[in-house]
Every structure is written in C-alpha cells, then in structure tokens.
C-alpha cells in the first residue's frame, strides 16, 4: 500500500506562486506515476499535470500549461507542482495521486487509472 500526504495550499493573489509538494510512504519501492488533479466546487475533478514514473515524460492539461509545472525527487519519495501566474479559476481543491505498475501508458490522465489518492490541500486564489 501507498500513502500520499499534500501540502503548501492556502489562500493566495492573483498573480502569486505557490507550490505544492506530495510525499510518499508505504511501498513505493517498485515505482509510481504521479499525477495531480483538482476539483472546484461543483465541478467534475480533472487532470493538471503528470509525470512518468522515471519523470522523464510529463504531460500538463491545457489550462494551466506555461504556469504550471510538475517534479519529483524519487530519492525523497516527493512530487511537487510549481504554480506561477495564479488565477481565481485555479481555485480548488488539489489532489496528488499515484499508480503502480503495470502501465499502459507513461502518464495516466484518468483520475480512474490510478491507484492510490492524498486528502487533498486547498488552494485559494483571491481578485
């Protein structure tokens, strides 16, 4: 089992950076994608950004591709998300996820392909 623990939301301006970072425990010895997603209120969760198990393929959705950037130091078991630039419309609530092996692709971007999820951390971007 894998367990997730975020940190680094909170409430911000718009323009301000923030970064997120992700921290894995449990058995993460043979590997794991990494994804981040968020869900707005009343809102579906969606895709941000994700990263390959090595992190040397990542993929970033079209909403925040310039602004957003996704990393992981797999000596410390951490993915982080680099925010710049940040808009009211990036308010939400921030989830980190993994998926074990087998992979049918490098970075999943299907909240149902992964594996194991974090609580969550706010992030609040205020005009």
């Known amino acids: 089992q894998v367990q997730l623990v975020e940190s680094g939301g909170g409430l911000v301006q718009a323009g301000d950076s923030l970064r997120l970072s992700c921290t894995a425990s449990?058995?993460?010895?043979?590997?794991?994608?990494m994804g981040w997603f968020r869900q707005a209120a009343g809102k579906e969760r969606e895709f941000v950004a994700g990263?390959?198990?090595?992190?040397?393929?990542?993929k970033n959705a079209d909403s925040v591709k310039g602004r957003f950037t996704i990393s992981r130091d797999n000596a410390k078991n951490t993915v982080y998300l680099q925010m710049i630039s940040l808009k009211p419309e990036d308010t939400a609530v921030y989830y980190c996820?993994?998926?074990?092996?087998?992979?049918?692709?490098?970075?999943?971007?299907?909240?149902?392909?992964?594996?194991?999820w974090g609580q969550g951390t706010q992030v609040t971007v205020s005009s």
């Open positions: 996820a993994a998926k074990s092996a087998p992979f049918t692709v490098l970075v999943p971007i299907n909240p149902f392909e992964y594996d194991y």
């Open positions: 990263i390959s198990r090595s992190g040397g393929s990542r």
């Open positions: 449990g058995r993460t010895d043979s590997g794991v994608a």
